[in-house]
């Protein structure tokens, strides 16, 4: 699972995270610190201003007489100090090293405390108090309670969220300029999936320097394999035009064989050259497609084909709609529709086609009545040149790519081809076509 994620997660996600966690390590090592630095600061503000209360207090308390100290101590009370007055002495206070040290800044700042018996203690709950004391010069006790509005941790969060907003915004742009950066390598993925299907897809240079080396090594192995596909096609095409020519030579001097059985073997085996011929110039055409896709009902194209089979004495039958347009390339569909109605007929000696649409999709099916083929053997037959002599017990005729030239113009048109056993025997070979978004629709 994790080494699924890490290959899903891909390279602007991965360059993401790497930033993500960076910024992130980087934001909280520095709120940290800062926390840290500025955690004296505050502790120093607080007794200042608890120091300067103090004395402030003590002075108007010791100065009224002794029934008038509540009333005054009540007016003295703020909404961060409590203070009240008594003439009874204070509970020793617990040892707190804590306070200690706060204690100590607060005699700094006001030295005429040192004397006054000054004690703290925390007082623990929801919202701590630090509580405290200092004796009057008659020896009665001015008691106070200093709140800390929501304690310390309110005050951090606060500015912790404060301080995201940049880094949110940091985050935002990292990841815009990195999506744009690797923009070009999306443009160079784009262009390996074209290659193969169709013309040369040149990837403008831009990025990086690597990038751009990396774009200009692929437009240059792109151009020298449509160089080589080319080559091996113009290749092909001048040898199937030279071959062609023999081959007529010697079909015209067929006909002045004298003996039927020998002109009949040496007719079929000049009709098998030629067909052998064929085969190679549509599996090796290279990838230009030279027939466009065009408005075809798809329906009369097949049954045109079950005809002409029929005239030739074929048990060929075909069910389907009358008419059922959409745009293919004609001519390698009725030549895919042929060689499956060839290949039903030589091992099953009839073939029905049927034809349905079916959702978006439109399905072309041929069975035939023969031996089927082992399942373990399926993908094994739509490879080139590949045979089943033993499995569909078939002769030595042709070169094996039927099949192929099938699967070839399927996987053109966007469609593929299945092939599978029947339960009540023989093989069923299907063509499935997807119908466009606007076919959909109608």
């Known amino acids: 699972m994790k080494r699924h994620f890490r290959g899903s997660l891909g390279l602007l996600g991965r360059l993401f995270a790497i930033l993500l966690v960076t910024v992130v390590l980087e934001f909280a090592v520095g709120t940290l610190i800062y926390e840290r630095t500025s955690q004296l600061s505050l502790q120093d503000d ?30 003295l009370t703020t909404d961060r100090y409590d203070v009240h007055w008594s003439p009874a002495a204070p509970p020793p206070p617990p040892l707190s090293p804590e306070l200690d040290r706060m204690r100590q800044q607060i005699v700094t700042w006001e030295p005429s405390l040192e004397k006054s018996g000054l004690w703290l203690r925390l ?5 701590s108090e630090i509580n ?7 020896g009665s006790w001015l008691y ?34 990195i999506r744009r950066t690797l923009a ?3 443009d160079l993925t784009h262009a390996t999936h074209k290659i193969g299907h169709g013309s040369e897809v040149i990837v403008p240079e831009a990025g990086t320097s690597d990038v751009r080396n990396l774009i200009t090594a692929f437009n240059a192995m792109q151009a ?14 001048a040898v199937g035009h030279d071959l062609r020519t023999p081959l007529a030579r010697l079909q015209l001097r067929l006909e002045m064989v004298k003996d039927p059985e020998v002109q009949q073997a040496m007719g ?19 990838e230009r497609d030279p027939e466009p896709p065009v408005r075809t009902d798809v329906a009369v194209s097949i049954a045109t084909v079950v005809d002409a089979f029929q005239d030739h004495g074929q048990d060929v039958s075909y069910e389907g709609p009358d008419h059922l347009e959409m745009e293919v390339r004609s001519l390698s569909l009725r030549r895919a529709v042929r060689n499956l109605i060839e290949n039903a007929l030589h091992y099953g000696e009839r073939a029905r086609v049927s034809l349905e649409r079916k959702g978006h999709e439109v399905l072309i099916r041929i069975d035939d009545d023969g031996p089927g083929i082992p399942r373990e053997r399926l993908a094994e037959v739509m490879r080139p040149f590949s045979r089943l002599d033993d499995a569909r017990q078939r002769n030595t ?15 053109a048109e966007g469609g593929h081809l299945t092939l599978a056993n029947r339960p009540e025997g023989g093989l069923r070979a299907e063509i499935c076509l997807h119908l466009p978004r606007v076919a959909r629709r109608s």
């Open 224 to 237: 020298r394999i449509h160089r080589l596909i080319n080559e091996r096609t113009e290749t092909l095409a």
């Open 268 to 286: 079929g085996d000049l009709e098998e050259m030629g067909e052998m011929l064929e085969s190679l110039l549509a599996f090796f055409g290279g």
């Open 397 to 411: 005729r042709g070169l094996g790519l039927g099949l192929a030239i099938v699967q070839k113009a399927m996987q």
């Open 144 to 177: 106070f309670g200093m709140h800390h509005s929501g304690g310390k941790w309110a005050f951090t969060i606060g500015r912790m969220g404060l301080a995201l907003i940049p880094v949110l915004a940091l985050l935002l742009a990292g990841l815009l300029l």
């Open 123 to 127: 007082t623990p709950g929801r919202h």
């Open 184 to 186: 070009p390598l999306r």
């Open 46 to 75: 607080e007794a200042r201003r608890l120091a300067e209360h103090l004395v402030i207090a003590r002075k108007l308390l010791a100065e009224q007489p002794s029934v008038e100290r509540p009333s005054l101590s009540l007016q």
């Open 132 to 138: 405290g004391g200092v004796r009057l010069h008659d």
